[in-house]
Structures are given as structure tokens and as C-alpha cells.
């Protein structure tokens, strides 16, 4: 996933709203950005981080630039959760994760469950229909150890329980997580900060739901996935 134009620096003066955040960038110039994550974003907030931005030229925006990336323990943090999406579809494209290879068919944003939306469905005549939920990871407490979530979110063990759902009607269900920083190796499920998220996990892989992580390579340029790891209990 490369990044349309080229990313602007500042440092972060705070964030607020969940979606906004006062930043003044490394010309000087005060600016206010929106900010495209609605989780706590913990550990990657901290008053003078550096961060990198784009800038939109739509004349209907209000705040043309938008947060993408953080600095944080001295490496680069992707924040933005409309991209998690495309660098997944871009790791099955590129044949990263094999079981999810070859399908004829791959659909984007498709109503299933119980007013719900998968983010990727893989479908072949010859194999079982395979529903993909994707879900970004920047939250890392730990040398090593990238953790999700870092906040409750009772949609997220409602896609899991959605996900069992479809194994038991004959398809496959996949929870596929987009670690959107170089400097993890592993993956664990934050039973600490949503223990209803984390036994929603638990039941979900009793019922037959596959679990992948990738680890993606950050640059100013852009996000790609570069190679999968382990999720530990």
C-alpha cells in the first residue's frame, strides 16, 4: 500500500475527540488533523511524538490533513484503520498467507450474519466459502509482543461470534489481524484490557475460527505486509 502523496511531519501537540488532533508540523505552522481511529490508541498519544500526515486538496474537507503515522519507541506506528483492508487484500494477492491463495473470486464489504459486513470474501466453486474479518493492531506493551485490543470493543467479539457462525454453516471464518508496526514478533489477545473480547476469541477458535497475524514493514511511503506471526495464548 503506497500512500498517494508524499507525508508531511510535525510533532503532536494533543489528541481529542477521538478524531482530531492539534499538531504543530516542522515548518511551524499550527495546524488541526483529523485523526481516521477510533480506538484509545494507548501508548501512541504522548505530547511531542513525531507524526506524519497526509494532505487532501477536496474542497469539502474542513481538516485536509490526516494522521497516519506515530513514532513510538523510536519506530514507526501505522494509526489509520481504513488501511488494514488493503494491505490484507494485498498479502492474499501476494499469496503471504497460502490457505487463503487461489479463491476465484474476492469481494469486498459484503452483508452477512446479523446486520453485519465482512471485510473480504473469498469464494470458489471448489472450495468452501472463506469470510475474512480484518482488524488493525498498533498496540504493544512488550518488547516484541504486539497485543489487540487495546480498548473494549463489543463489535469486535460480535464478529467473532459471527465468524463461528458461518464455520457451522459449512464455510470458513478467518480473523485476520494487520500488525501495523515493524517491531513485533508475536501476537496476543489483550484478555486484561476486554476479557468479553478475549472469551469471545477463545470460543470462536473452539468453534473452528482460523486466527492469522501479519506484520507489516512501515516506511513514509507506505505499508505492506511482509510476513506472518504467531498469535500466543
Known sequence: MIFASPLVTGRLVQRYKRFLADIILDDGNPITSSVPNTGSMLGLTDPGIRVWLSISDGLKRKYPHTLQLVEAQGIMVGINTGLPNRIAEEAILSGLLP???GYAEFKREQKYGTNS???ILLRDPNRPDAYVEVKNV??????GLAEFPDSPTARGAKHLDELGNMVENGHRGIMLYVIQRGDCERLKICGDLDPVYAAAFER???RGVEAYAVKCHIT???IAAISTMPIID
Open 99 to 101: 490457505s487463503l491463495s
Open 117 to 119: 459486513r465482512i471485510d
Open 138 to 143: 498498533h498496540f504493544s506493551r512488550s518488547a
Open 204 to 206: 470462536a477458535m473452539r
Open 220 to 222: 513514509p511511503t507506505g
